[in-house]
């Protein structure tokens, strides 16, 4: 009997959702959506889901695409690579999406890309910032900069706004992100004729960083950079104002969540970090993005709802000049993108399908985050 | 008899993987890769059955010998293989496989010998460790790619070798289950003082066991390399390890059959899931839970393959 009841109940499951197969009718548009929706990062692909819904659901009331209707199919992949690659494989082979919108995670579009290339659907990444994802054929393209763009900016800004000689770096070893950021900014730094003069390591999960933050001091940098996650960059500022170290801290855009502050407070002050765009940017184009994404989500929207935002309606607008549905199509038209006026910035589609914009920089003082300046590319 | 039926059984999956081999392009990519994912987990799910089933040793680092054999050989693939004639592909695949299964299998030698002299709890606690060790190792190796992890490997993962592995660790496990010195491994899970007492080495046969299930776990994760061509230390976490744990848990400990049978529901159910959106994940569990109440045992309790009496009641 009980035997019997767990066979039916495996069996009707099975019956339930097979053979739900969408296909395109006339007047829609199939794109698909890659997205860490559970798993280590579902925060990223929620945000993501929101600002590409707003995105699909803004040109959908508008009369849609090529007189179409846009209509989005999520995947989710567990935040895993692997599963990334089986979602993407379903998508196009049996869904037939005309285009795929995802992966956030470069560990994930690295899975996905190779055959979204293969069947020559181009995929756009909203947020993948390793520089090998565009690699792996033309037609794959991301609407965020990349490290290297990111590292070199902050060295930059370093040395240039904050006149700054002495850096001392301390990464996340286990964050390729993070790895990533850490070299281009040395790279750069040392270029420009600043000196690193210290470097140590943490692994992501860490809580306490007061060894490494001991050894830094020692070596008496004029400021501190960490690229890595929020929860750790904020205890790690926390632990080095306890340490006496009162010098500029800088980070990345993996610093750009609410939690930063909650978890580090004050201390924070003179810090910096880069994000792709700010709440407090006054142009009309951010402020209409923040309020209607409050309106429908009852949220502020993060730097992920903005890059899946722009994600989408530069694919959409792709779509419209290419008219056409087409894989080859769409490309040629996305690779063709110049200054499209996006929430994060005016987007240049670049020879490598990277996206060349502008980066904002993020100060904080007295324990609030303040837009500080845009850099132009 | 039995070796004959045996003999008859992997030759024929050796033939049927081919002759699918040829069709294989015909087929939709969507339902290829589940297929080939469902072979390289009965690889997995069949070599930690051997190891948590038939000699009863509960190790939580199967993931970690499957990322040895996944950078081994794509590290040789990408590497060392590259240069030379493409036409030498298909046997140089086989020597990476090999390659990728034998680095595994020193690896489970050197975690073995220490470890297996503890039992139960000791054992998965160390084994947990070793998979994580193998994994931040990875993460700091530059040449692996670190934690960006390891990007251009060749696509050469196919129905005949996945399927052709699977035979094997299946042929190679029931020839041995079956062999006198096979007995000894079930002697050891059932009663290890009884064994020790009539004279087996029960060190001698749990490292046996041990390195046999790394060998092929290492051939599984070197299959999977060539098959994703993107491999990262957080893929081969102990999630993953786990994941083959319930398969063979679900299938039922010790039960060929069963832990294949699983093997394939367990990679199924999530794609015929997939329509639940955010829910997948929480229907599937739910579905585990239900199977394991109707089915403590496993879905199939301890029998041999190919013989359809159960051997053991306990």
Known sequence: MRKTLGVLAVTAVFIMTYGCVANENKDEILIGELGSLTGTTATFGQSTHHGLELAVEETNNAGGVLGKKITLLVEDDQSKPEEAATAVTKLITRDNVRAIIGEVASSRSLAAAPICQQFQIPMVSPASTNPEVTRKGDYIFRVCYIDPFQGEILAKFMYNSLGLRKAAILKDVKNDYSMGLAQFFHETFTALGGSVVAEQAYSEGDSDFRAQLTALKAAEPEAIFVPGYYIEAALIVKQARELNMTMPMLGGDGWDSSKLLEVGGESLNNTYFSTHYSVDDTSTAVQNFVAKYRSRFQEIPDAMAALGYDAGLILFDAIRRAESVEGPAIRDALAATENFSGVTGKITIDQDRNARKSLVIISVADGALKYRETIQP | ?314
């Not at chain 2, 400990?253 to 959106?277: K, N, Q, Y």
């Open chain 2, 1 to 314: 008899m039995k070796i004959h039926k045996s003999v008859i059984f992997l030759a024929s999956a050796i033939v049927l993987s081919f002759l699918a081999t040829l069709v294989e392009h015909r087929l939709n990519p969507y339902y290829f890769q589940i297929i080939i994912y469902i072979g390289i987990n009965i690889v997995l799910a069949s070599s930690l059955n051997l190891i948590n089933g038939f000699a009863g040793q509960f190790s939580l680092g199967h993931a970690g010998f499957m990322a040895v054999g996944a950078y081994t050989s794509a590290v040789l693939t990408t590497g060392l293989f590259s240069s030379v004639n493409p036409l030498l592909n298909i046997p140089l695949f086989a020597l990476a496989l090999l390659c990728g299964g034998i680095v595994a299998a020193a690896f489970g030698l050197l975690v073995g010998i220490p470890s297996l002299r503890l039992k139960g709890d000791y054992l998965a606690i160390t084994t947990l460790g070793f998979g994580e060790i193998i994994r931040v190792v990875v993460q700091n190796l530059d040449f692996l790619g670190g934690a960006r992890g390891f990007t251009g490997i060749p696509k050469l993962s196919n129905f005949f070798w996945v399927f052709l592995t699977a035979a094997a660790v299946i042929f190679t496990i029931s020839n041995l289950i079956n062999s006198t010195y096979g007995k000894a491994f079930t002697a050891v899970r059932d009663d290890e003082i009884a064994a020790e007492s009539i004279g087996i080495s029960s060190t001698r046969v749990k490292v046996t066991a041990f390195v046999t299930g790394a060998f092929f776990a290492g051939v599984a994760g070197a299959l999977y390399a060539h098959f994703v061509t993107y491999i990262n230390p957080a893929q081969f976490s102990f999630l993953k390890s786990f994941e083959i744990v319930v398969m063979v848990i679900i299938g039922g400990m010790g039960s060929i059959l069963g832990v294949i049978f699983s093997a394939v529901l367990l990679t199924i159910l999530p794609e015929v899931l997939r329509t639940m959106a955010q829910y997948r994940m929480v229907i599937y569990s739910l579905l585990l839970i239900i199977i394991m109440i109707t089915r403590p045992q496993g879905l199939f309790a301890r029998r041999r393959f190919g013989k359809h009496k159960a051997i053991l009641k306990i």
